[in-house]
């Protein structure tokens, strides 16, 4: 009866979805890779968002990026040879919270 139809998307979004997440992707590699003492975050699909995962380094820098999925981000973290935290578990670290404070009152 096509009762599920409505809910697919197009083959062309489909390839555009899976373009975003390879750079999304691509985007943690490097910001790993150029930063010291990274972990991972792993941030569960909500309402509003898909599942993420927020990279946090030594001195508190930090950025977000979504994933397909929990099995995703432990490959990217077992790539990347970084531990995985699940944050609904863990919270964030302290030294993210310090990090955002300085950058605000710095003006930035």
Do not use: C
Request: net charge positive.
């Amino acid at each position: 009866m096509g009762w599920f139809r409505r809910n697919r998307k197009p083959e062309g979004d489909r390839t555009a979805d899976k373009a975003a997440v390879n750079a999304d992707l691509q985007h943690l590699r490097q910001w790993a890779r150029s930063r010291q003492g990274v972990e991972a975050y792993l941030e569960p699909r909500t309402t509003v968002t898909e599942t993420t995962v927020m990279l946090i380094a030594h001195d508190g820098e930090w950025t977000r990026r979504r994933v397909t999925g929990p099995d995703a981000a432990g490959r990217l973290a077992t790539e990347l040879a970084i531990p995985l935290y699940e944050v609904t578990k863990v919270g964030y670290p302290g030294r993210m919270r310090e990090y955002n404070a300085r950058r605000k009152a710095q003006g930035l």
